[in-house]
């Protein structure tokens, strides 16, 4: 009897059942068509557009996942779904200039070089226009008091410009910090813009404020600006986190501009992220990154020196995408470890290959995932992929004091870190922007990967009813779309 049950809801059984009903519904139609033409006219044409809206989409570039959800939605939702496609996918073109970089310090000069990040400065330059950047210092940051405390006072003693991009703005006390020290950059003289996005910041910032950095002599942009009528160009945004000052130093990672990245308030119990501030050439690299969405674009020349380097890189939907590829590559390389922290996990078929067949040649596979999420769907999605990936070998942990939004990925000597989180958003849909390092920078983030594991829990082992697993299902499905 329980073998019959299992047969009965498995999904062959389903597909079998399909298959039957469309068999029985030709039939019936060559047996009543005289007798039913309107309505079999009518099939025809909903027929016709699926198909149509069905060779439009597989004839177009983009990740196989994309593709599939959009299928799925195409045919469960007969006209309503090929209409829906059109308006989100109609005229969405490049929204930023491009930006090419001069000189590269890997090119040039006598730096010490990483076989990884050397490996991937020539995919960067022709995917994204960047290369190997060479720096004179680099900071880690693991708190965000620290990071704020410093992005102030380096925005204090501006000159020449403070360039600051971000997806979230929120009114609290970091907003007041930053409009304090954006005052005393603009009676140094200083030329401020502020490039927010329209999405990420709706409802957390008011006109208002707005105004109140604008009678500052601040220069604002909204990326995308949410409107009531629904355009396809709002499903890209704008999630990078960039803060120049004179081209000499540059911030980026995972901190938005509000009180909870720096643990003032704690909606979901202790806030951990990462950043980074980078002195010298690569700095200017992060400066024509933002320059190249403000404006047209932007040729930044590079000094073809620096104590270090580093591998600056970005992604600009719907074209330009580098990090998937070179994440990909970089664990597909991995010898020693592949390290992980990221607030939501899921990826593509190549990326959740790549980690399972690192874990399955003896390479230490750890992400660390947080314990209490900010969202519960894609805390659910995240767990359904993670708990995969286990299978594998991968060892999955949450970060117990509460949620982890850092975005840092070490494979063997090498630190990704920046805006992206581990999911098909970020690799598809987001403008994001971060860097690679090896030396100090690579040992910093290590550090503070092991003291976050200390704080973390091996992900347990879940028994999901029936109705939890087909919500977990659905979210799977539509994941590419999210």
């Not at 009965?8 to 389903?14: C, G, K, P, T, Y």
């Not at 030709?26 to 006219?41: D, E, G, R």
């Not at 950059?185 to 927010?196: D, K, P, Q, Y």
Request: hydrophobic residues 45%.
């Amino acid at each position: 009897m329980r073998k019959l049950v299992k047969t009965i809801f498995s999904i062959n059984f389903l597909y079998l059942v399909l298959i039957a009903a469309q068999v029985a519904a030709i039939i019936f139609l060559c047996l009543t068509l005289p007798s039913v033409l309107p309505l079999a006219l009518a099939f025809a044409v909903v027929w016709l557009l699926n198909a149509i809206a069905a060779c439009v989409l597989f004839s177009r570039k983009g990740a196989p996942e994309v593709k599939c959800a959009w299928f799925v939605l195409i045919t469960a939702l007969p006209v309503a779904g090929a209409l829906i496609y059109f308006f989100a996918t109609f005229k969405i073109q490049p929204c930023s200039g491009a930006l090419k970089v001069t000189a590269q310090a890997g090119e040039s000069a006598n730096l010490p070089q990483t076989d990884l990040l050397k490996s991937l400065a020539p995919a960067a330059q022709k995917t994204c226009g960047t290369g190997l950047a060479g720096y004179e210092k680099a900071t880690y940051f693991a708190d965000g008091a620290e990071f704020f405390s410093s992005v102030c006072r380096e925005i204090e003693r501006a000159k020449r410009s403070v360039f600051v991009e971000f997806f979230i703005i929120g009114r609290g006390k970091i907003f007041n910090s930053f409009i304090t020290a954006v005052q005393k950059a603009r009676e140094n003289g200083a030329e401020v813009r502020l490039l927010i996005d329209g999405v990420g910041s709706a409802f957390k910032i008011s006109r208002k404020d707005l105004k109140r950095l604008k009678s500052n002599g601040v220069k604002v942009k909204i990326f995308h600006r949410l409107t009531p009528l629904p355009r396809a160009s709002l499903n890209l945004r704008d999630h990078r986190k960039i803060i120049t000052v004179d081209g000499k130093v540059a911030f980026t990672g995972g901190f938005n501009l509000a009180d909870e990245y720096a643990n003032i308030t704690s909606p979901y119990g202790y806030w951990k992220d990462t950043g980074l501030a980078v002195y010298g050439g690569a700095a200017k690299v992060f400066e024509g990154m933002f320059l190249s969405v403000w404006g047209d674009g932007c040729t930044v020349n590079l000094p073809a020196d620096g104590r270090f380097f580093c591998l600056p890189y970005y992604d600009s939907p719907p074209h330009k995408g580098f990090f998937e590829d070179a994440f990909v590559y970089a664990v597909n390389n991995a010898k020693e470890r592949v390290y992980i922290t990221t607030p939501y996990f899921c990826g593509s078929a190549k990326v959740i290959s790549a980690l399972e067949f690192a874990a399955k040649r003896g390479v230490d596979v750890k992400i660390i995932l947080p314990h209490i999420p900010d969202k519960k769907y894609a805390f659910g999605l995240s767990k359904a992929f993670a708990h995969e990936v286990a299978k594998s070998g991968v060892k999955v942990f949450e970060f117990t004091p509460g949620f982890m939004h850092a975005k840092c990925v070490i494979c063997d000597d090498v630190a990704f870190l920046g805006s992206y989180n581990l999911d098909y958003r970020s690799t598809r849909f987001n403008f994001e922007c971060g860097a690679a390092f090896s030396g100090e920078m690579c040992a910093a983030a290590l550090r503070d990967f092991n003291k976050s594991l200390t704080l973390s829990h091996p992900l347990k082992e879940e028994r999901l009813l029936p109705h939890a697993r087909f919500y977990r299902f659905i979210l799977k499905l539509f994941a590419p779309l999210m």
